[in-house]
């Protein structure tokens, strides 16, 4: 008889930390394929840089640094990889790649002690830090091909929030009009301007539906992050008139699906009860919406989960889980009568 000692928690349970990284691999494909055949050879340049980035730098920490075991091998730095490059255009070049994977793996990961006690979601981490430091290469977006290996060199146009963001209808010359918003059937399919794995809806919402299958995420988080940006924009679209705050441009554009599919439900950045959940679900909402609306830039879901991972802590300790027969403690009376 062998007695297995091992931290918590303990679950009896074939599942483990890699079987799990490798469902939300799985979960990524559709998206990575959606890039391959809007933006051809580039989206794979990226891709593969900044995946093989992620797995070096931790491979280099966990040697070197941490003098710890191999933490490659769970697929965690892949899915950092992946996530990394999705939220980066197909222009992007190698060396900035490479300075946003160390970010994220060094900066937001390792120095918090490795996978389960970073507080902010890694790839997000790295993805800002080049939006701040490569503003312009971090906006350039070129135009879609759908099946061409190679997009042609200066075709760039704009993404759909930027149109949203520059459609001011009071204005005689308004630097966008309404018809140069794309169909929500090409924002849905991934026919638009954009990072190269937030551009396919469709294959987003395809890997949403294997990972609830999986077990691997509730849906609890997504639908109420969804839910409040659409209530939100709709209210503001129907107090205003104003095309910019058209409520289903706003979820088929941008990071939205992206980041509240496989960002926001991250294990490690998340809250975790069911209510504090919805509760950081609903905050990263109207954090979104007010980013989007109310600030110079377009886009807020970035910021929107960076900001909620900070305050997870005090939403888990607001929402902790009261057990089944436990009896509310009575405030103490206040001293000062």
Same mark, same amino acid.
């Given at each position: 008889?062998?007695?297995?000692?091992?931290?918590?928690?303990?679950?009896?349970?074939?599942?483990?930390?890699?079987?799990?990284?490798?469902?939300?691999?799985?979960?990524?494909?559709?998206?990575?394929?959606?890039?391959?055949?809007?933006?051809?050879? #580039?989206?794979? *340049?990226?891709?593969?840089?900044?995946?093989?980035?992620?797995?070096?730098?931790?491979?280099?920490?966990?040697?070197?640094?941490?003098?710890?075991?191999?933490?490659?091998?769970?697929?965690?730095?892949?899915?950092?990889?992946?996530?990394?490059?999705? #939220?980066?255009?197909?222009?992007?070049?190698?060396?900035?790649?490479?300075?946003?994977?160390?970010?994220?793996?060094?900066?937001?990961?390792?120095?918090?002690?490795?996978?389960?006690?970073?507080?902010? #979601?890694?790839?997000?981490?790295?993805?800002?830090?080049? !939006?701040?430091?490569?503003?312009?290469?971090?906006?350039?977006?070129?135009?879609?091909?759908?099946?061409?290996?190679?997009?042609?060199?200066?075709?760039?146009?704009?993404?759909?929030?930027?149109?949203?963001? #520059?459609?001011?209808?009071?204005?005689?010359?308004?630097?966008?009009?309404?018809?140069?918003?794309?169909?929500?059937?090409?924002? !849905?399919?991934?026919?638009?301007?954009?990072?190269?794995?937030?551009?396919?809806?469709?294959?987003?919402?395809?890997?949403?539906?294997?990972?609830?299958?999986? *077990?691997?995420?509730?849906?609890?988080?997504?639908?109420?992050?969804?839910?409040?940006?659409?209530?939100?924009?709709?209210?503001?679209?129907?107090?205003?008139?104003?095309?910019?705050?058209?409520?289903?441009?706003?979820?088929?554009?941008?990071?939205?699906?992206?980041?509240?599919?496989?960002?926001?439900?991250?294990?490690?950045?998340?809250?975790?009860?069911?209510?504090?959940?919805?509760?950081?679900?609903?905050?990263?909402?109207?954090?979104?919406?007010?980013?989007?609306? !109310?600030?110079?830039?377009?886009?807020?879901?970035? !910021?929107?989960?960076?900001?909620?991972?900070?305050?997870?802590?005090?939403?888990?300790?607001?929402?902790?889980?009261?057990?089944?027969?436990?009896?509310?403690?009575?405030?103490?009376?206040?001293?000062?009568?």
């Amino acid at each position: 008889m062998m007695l297995k000692i091992s931290a918590n928690p303990h679950i009896q349970t074939v599942r483990n930390t890699r079987s799990i990284m490798l469902d939300v691999v799985i979960a990524l494909m559709p998206a990575a394929i959606a890039a391959l055949l809007f933006f051809g050879v #580039n989206a794979l *340049r990226v891709i593969l840089t900044s995946v093989a980035a992620c797995v070096l730098f931790e491979y280099l920490a966990c040697r070197y640094w941490l003098k710890t075991a191999n933490t490659t091998q769970n697929f965690s730095a892949v899915i950092t990889g992946l996530l990394l490059a999705y #939220n980066l255009p197909s222009t992007m070049p190698s060396w900035m790649i490479l300075i946003g994977a160390f970010m994220a793996i060094i900066v937001a990961k390792i120095c918090f002690g490795g996978l389960g006690k970073n507080i902010f #979601n890694p790839a997000l981490v790295g993805r800002v830090f080049l !939006f701040i430091s490569f503003p312009v290469q971090m906006t350039i977006w070129p135009t879609p091909h759908f099946l061409h290996i190679t997009s042609p060199d200066g075709q760039t146009g704009a993404t759909p929030l930027n149109i949203l963001k #520059n459609m001011d209808t009071s204005s005689d010359y308004p630097m966008y009009s309404p018809d140069d918003l794309p169909s929500y059937s090409n924002m !849905f399919l991934g026919n638009i301007g954009g990072c190269i794995g937030e551009i396919s809806t469709l294959a987003l919402l395809l890997g949403f539906v294997y990972l609830l299958w999986r *077990r691997v995420i509730t849906w609890h988080i997504p639908v109420y992050y969804l839910a409040t940006v659409f209530v939100l924009t709709s209210f503001l679209y129907a107090a205003t008139g104003e095309i910019k705050f058209l409520p289903l441009a706003h979820l088929l554009s941008g990071g939205l699906m992206l980041v509240a599919i496989f960002m926001a439900t991250d294990y490690t950045t998340s809250p975790m009860t069911i209510k504090g959940q919805i509760i950081f679900a609903v905050g990263c909402g109207v954090l979104t919406v007010v980013i989007r609306s !109310f600030s110079a830039y377009p886009e807020g879901v970035s !910021f929107a989960i960076l900001i909620m991972n900070a305050l997870v802590p005090l939403i888990d300790k607001l929402a902790v889980q009261r057990y089944y027969g436990e009896r509310k403690k009575c405030p103490r009376k206040s001293r000062a009568y």
